[in-house]
């Protein structure tokens, strides 16, 4: 077996893999780099071939936002869960908007999304099916909603492929447990050099400022990722304190409406529903308004002020506000600009943020530990470390510490498995 690092080889973005076995290839991930130099998508190399089958391990764009672009090429069946399908139609669809937004081409149109929902497969956790020579497991990942983790098996051998994962239950998700051995592990690298807070203690923080400005008069303002991190702060709140109000904002408003549509993928789902049902929905600028006139909560998009309704919110804030991110904001970004240096930049103007600005870790992607944690349980020959910025340091400590082969490849690079 070969495989073909595409993406998100020795990088954060545009993840695509292809497996190539004797007479089957298979396509793990086909994403886009959302945040580049450029101010513009970057897209995976070219496919050596059309696969007999691409797997999309989650929704966010990095994994699944170029897959729309295959079908104007060919037709190739893919499998996703249900929820993944949902949100990266979503997904797609804003992604065109803001292409025409900011005046760049975008690889495909809108009559591409509706050809890939004709070829899509539908997968659940725990399902097994054979392609080819290759049989294939679908296992939960953790990371968000309907998010998977691929195992391959071929004439004895396997590899697990883990997208995205986290180990680590969350108020949403139970978290990824270990599958048995296998004799290739594709692992993200994303956070191999630093450990995640405990959920629960990062939740207590969160909920603290949030009390704390609340009593002081002032809004927080939550600027967060539509999918997943909308839901998991929603919840957090409501399973704290029933009374303050909390208003949703944005793209996670539509995110709600997906997760409310699969119970089984969820946690605690009449919990989740019952948070839902208990917020504000905002939907207008006069609700907007309604948000900021007295103490209360706002979560809306997007999780890096890059747009979105979340940075209209902050000229109206009351006094005494407090801005919280939750998620990691890429350098260059109003977020990483607000948490460094006070400052935003809204059309080519830098302006000052007099509120202060904070960061909570909830990240839902495998701390240092869970990392590990998944390179013992595996226990593979070969490790291939993908997806993060220095996975070549993070192969060096593999072998070092565990003595197990690793190598990080970069994109194009072929590997002989």
Avoid at 76 to 94: C, F, G, M, Q, S
Avoid at 98 to 115: H, N, Q, R, V
Avoid at 406 to 413: F, L, M, S, T
């Amino acid at each position: 077996m070969k495989l073909y690092s595409l993406g998100a080889a020795r990088e954060v973005g545009r993840s695509a893999f292809f497996l190539e076995g004797e007479s089957t290839s298979l396509l793990f991930d086909y994403g886009v780099k959302v945040f580049t130099k450029e101010e513009k998508p970057a897209y995976p190399a070219p496919l050596p071939r059309m696969p007999d089958g691409v797997f999309i391990s989650h929704a966010h764009l990095d994994h699944s936002g170029y897959l729309p672009n295959i079908f104007d090429e060919g037709k190739v069946r893919w499998y996703a869960t249900p929820p993944t399908v949902d949100i990266a139609e979503i997904l797609w669809n804003d992604s065109l908007k803001l292409a025409k937004l900011k005046g760049y081409d975008f690889p495909y149109k809108k009559s591409s999304i509706e050809k890939a929902k004709n070829y899509w497969i539908p997968s659940i956790h725990g399902q097994i099916m054979r392609i080819g020579e290759f049989s294939i497991r679908i296992i939960d990942a953790g990371h968000l909603a309907g998010a998977m983790m691929i195992r391959v098996e071929e004439n004895g051998k396997s590899i697990l492929y883990t997208g995205d994962f986290k180990i680590e239950e969350t108020e949403l998700h139970k978290g990824a447990k270990i599958p048995e051995r296998s004799h290739v592990l594709i692992i993200e690298s994303t956070y191999y050099n630093r450990e995640h807070p405990k959920r629960t203690d990062a939740e207590k923080q969160l909920m603290q400022e949030i009390w704390e400005t609340i009593e002081n008069g002032g809004n927080v303002l939550l600027p967060a990722f539509a999918v997943g991190r909308t839901q998991e702060i929603a919840r957090v709140i409501r399973k704290y304190d029933d009374e303050i109000p909390v208003y949703i904002d944005g793209m996670g408003t539509s995110v709600n409406k997906v997760y409310l549509k699969y119970p089984g993928y969820i946690k605690d789902f009449p919990g989740f529903e019952k948070t839902i049902e208990s917020v504000n929905t905002v939907a207008n600028a006069r609700e907007r308004a309604r948000a900021t006139k007295k103490p209360s909560v706002i979560i809306a998009t997007a999780g890096m002020l890059e747009g979105g309704p979340s940075l209209g919110y902050l000229k109206n804030l009351l006094p005494n506000s407090k801005i919280i991110f939750t998620g990691y904001s890429v350098e260059g970004t109003n977020g990483w600009r607000l948490l460094n240096y006070g400052k935003i930049k809204i059309d080519e103007y830098e302006l000052d943020v007099d509120l202060p600005a904070e960061y909570i870790d909830f990240s839902a992607h495998a701390g240092r530990e869970d990392l590990y944690k998944m390179i013992k349980g595996v226990n593979p020959e070969l490790v291939v470390c993908v997806h993060g910025d220095e996975p070549d340091k993070f192969a060096k400590e593999i072998e070092e510490k565990e003595g197990i082969k690793a190598v990080a490849p970069k994109i194009g690079e072929v590997i002989s498995l």
